[in-house]
C-alpha cells in the first residue's frame, strides 16, 4: 500500500486499509482488471467501498436508514441504494439518473 493511498484515507477519513486491499486484490484479480495507475484504481475501490466495510452495525449487520437511503440515490428516483446499484446508478453517476432510470445522453 503506498505513502498517497494512506495520505489521501487519512485526508478523507477512510480507515481498514487493510481490509480494503484485501477485497480490491480478490476482485482485481477475480475479474483480469488492470488499471494504468494502481493507487487512484484503489482509492476510488475504497470510495466505492468494494469491501463493504461501512454502514454495517458490529452486531447484526444492520445498515443504518441514512446509509440504505443515501440522497443520491433518493434524488436519482430510487428507494434505496440497493434499487439504485442493481441499476448502475452510483453515487458517481447518479447525476445521469431521473425517475429510477438512466437519461439518455444529449
Not at 495520505?7 to 477519513?13: I, Q, S, V
Not at 475479474?31 to 454495517?56: H, Q
Not at 440497493?82 to 444529449?106: I, S, V
Amino acid at each position: 500500500m503506498s505513502a498517497r493511498v494512506v495520505a489521501w484515507a487519512a485526508e478523507k477519513g477512510y480507515s481498514q486499509l487493510p481490509e480494503h486491499l484485501d477485497a480490491f486484490k480478490r476482485k482485481v484479480q477475480a475479474n483480469a482488471y488492470t488499471y494504468a495507475d494502481w493507487d487512484s484504481a484503489f482509492m476510488e475501490a475504497i470510495r466505492e467501498d468494494w469491501a463493504r466495510l461501512r454502514g454495517k452495525a458490529q452486531i447484526g449487520g444492520a445498515v443504518p436508514v441514512s446509509d440504505s437511503r443515501p440522497q443520491w440515490a433518493i434524488n436519482a428516483g430510487f428507494t434505496n441504494r440497493w434499487e439504485a446499484e442493481n441499476e448502475g446508478c452510483y453515487e458517481r453517476n447518479a447525476h445521469l439518473f431521473h425517475d429510477g432510470k438512466r437519461t439518455e445522453a444529449a
